[in-house]
């Protein structure tokens, strides 16, 4: 069994039991149990992203993961971290990519969680395969580009 808690910070509304669907998804996609996080929306990761990553701006999404490694012992919980996403970064980018605030929240909340698993984007190879993750995890729920 997966547990997470997500919560909005916010004055901006989100609807939790879609994200909640959207992760039970991901989790069962990625055939994880027993995998424990948070999802936080908030209305910003600048001085989050200052603080943790020595970067003076706003960001979409921060994950903060707990553990290095990608195993699950059977039976054992595993503490995965956090999720932070900014809410305004969202909605300004759903604008910005013509994607809508639905696709753009499952996306970053995804990409989040991929983190939070050990996926990065920092070469062309990584980005390949962590991006199509995402494509695999967001076209089989039904959010389509």
């Known amino acids: 069994m ?3 808690e997500v919560f909005n910070e916010t004055e901006y509304r989100v609807d939790l039991e879609e994200i909640k669907n959207l992760l039970n998804y991901a989790l069962k996609y990625k055939k994880l149990e027993n995998a424990e996080f948070n999802v936080i929306f908030v209305d ?3 001085e989050i992203n200052k ?3 020595g970067i003076d701006r706003e960001t979409d999404v921060i994950s903060f993961a707990l553990e290095d490694d990608n195993i699950f012992p059977k039976g054992s919980i595993k ?3 956090d999720i932070y996403i900014s809410v ?3 909605k300004a980018q759903a604008i910005e990519y013509g994607t809508g605030e639905k696709r753009e929240t499952a ?3 995804i990409h989040g969680l991929l983190h939070l698993l050990g996926y990065d ?4 190879e990584e980005e390949k395969i ?3 993750e995402q494509e695999a995890i967001l076209n089989g729920y039904g959010i389509k580009r």
């Open 2 to 4: 997966n547990n997470f």
């Open 44 to 46: 910003s990761v600048k």
């Open 51 to 53: 603080k943790y990553r």
């Open 79 to 81: 503490m995965l971290g």
């Open 88 to 90: 305004p970064k969202m």
């Open 107 to 109: 996306f970053l909340v």
């Open 121 to 124: 984007h920092m070469t062309e």
């Open 130 to 132: 962590m991006f199509g």
